[in-house]
Nanobody, 113 residues
Framework: VQLQASGGGLVTPGGSLRLTCVVS????????WGWYRQVPGKERELVAR???????VYEGSAEDRYTISIDNAKNTIYLQIARLIPDDTDKYYC????????WGEGTLVTVSS
């Protein structure tokens, strides 16, 4: 399975971003995908996951500002983050859920004024 995450960048507080993850390879047997975040030195943590049916589940308070979506025709999973705050600064990864495959490079989100 190949995972290509993109869409990160430097954003001022209050802004928004849409992260994109294009998946390819042996994905026919994968039913759910997740977006994860990781601060250096800490374990990756799940932010949200979505079934190919579109059913989404969020961790903690993520649903307040995070929206995960999927386009099955494009093999793409999105994570929209609204009203960004400095605590959103992290590297974001996508992967299958609940079993993660090899992690790709992720995409770095930096929220700073």
């Amino acid at each position: 399975v190949q995972l290509q995450a993109s869409g990160g960048g430097l954003v001022t507080p209050g802004g928004s971003l849409r992260l994109t993850c294009v998946v390819s390879g042996e994905i026919a047997s994968i039913y759910s995908w997740g977006w994860y975040r990781q601060v250096p030195g800490k374990e990756r943590e799940l932010v949200a996951r979505i079934h190919r049916s579109g059913n989404a589940v969020y961790e903690g308070s993520a649903e307040d500002r995070y929206t995960i979506s999927i386009d099955n025709a494009k093999n793409t999973i999105y994570l929209q983050i609204a009203r960004l705050i400095p605590d959103d600064t992290d590297k974001y990864y996508c992967n299958s859920w609940p079993i993660a495959r090899d992690w790709g490079e992720g995409t770095l989100v930096t929220v700073s004024s």
